[in-house]
């Protein structure tokens, strides 16, 4: 798909059907946000795939805006380091942020739709206990 | 170009040609960053485009590490507002982030390449003083 195409068809969505995602799809999702640039280059992210229907279902309930989660094909978790340190906490968002947008635009490229990650859910993600949390639905 | 051509194809340079960008190119990247999902779409950000070689000179002393911004053909600087809210300040680096993947696709695929914004200069482009600045170059 033309970028500008996936640009302006990106949408934001919560209702899916039940329709596996290709794993050759989601490895170019996750290229996608590996690719991303990060402050200094520092990469504080880690990207978990998530696709087992009972563990899609406990990762929904992580926070209460996620329950779309539940139903979705495959939810790609970012989870970072939690930081007390103002600054380092700026750069990881904003590097969460740009990493989202890649994310967004190369499912949006292969016709998969997307929601906008709810905001307060991606706090939940970022905690130490949801990290540990996370890394069990991978 | 194809997005994923985009997004294999976006570097990060700080030396520049002397071609203007063309009127029409800065549009759309712009369409590209103002079509960028926020946090309860609160749009929190200007976008403030500078192409005035004198203007562009004194927006690269807003900041020590943002001496590329004076060679550049046209910088766009993103101003948001400041907030003492840990939250909200989570909430606004995460949407500049997201802006700012936007800001690189839209210009990686019309040919044209930028640097990732040092994130330093960022913050000084955040501040409300920085943003009288940056709005009087625009």
Redesign the interface.
């Known amino acids: 798909?033309?970028?500008?195409?996936?640009?302006?068809s990106?949408r934001?969505v919560r209702s899916y059907s039940e329709r596996a995602i290709a794993p050759e799809d989601l490895d170019?999702i996750l290229e996608?946000a590996w690719?991303?640039?990060s402050?200094?280059n520092q990469q504080a992210w880690d990207f978990v795939v998530c696709t087992d229907r009972e563990q899609l279902a406990q990762l929904a309930r992580v926070f209460r805006a996620a329950s779309h989660v539940a139903r979705s094909a495959a939810t790609i978790a970012l989870v970072a380091p939690k930081s007390d340190d103002?600054?380092m906490?700026?750069?990881i968002?904003?590097?969460?942020?740009?990493?989202?947008?890649?994310i967004?635009?190369?499912a949006?490229?292969l016709g998969i739709r997307i929601p906008?990650p709810r905001?307060r859910a991606?706090?939940g993600w970022s905690t130490s206990s949801t990290r540990r949390r996370a890394m069990r639905s991978s």
Request: hydrophobic fraction near 40%; glycine fraction near 4%.
């Open positions: 798909m033309e970028t500008w195409d996936a640009i302006r990106r934001n170019r996608a690719r991303t640039p402050a200094g103002a600054q906490r700026d750069l968002q904003f590097d969460l942020g740009q990493a989202t947008m890649s967004m635009l190369a949006a490229d906008a905001r991606r706090y």
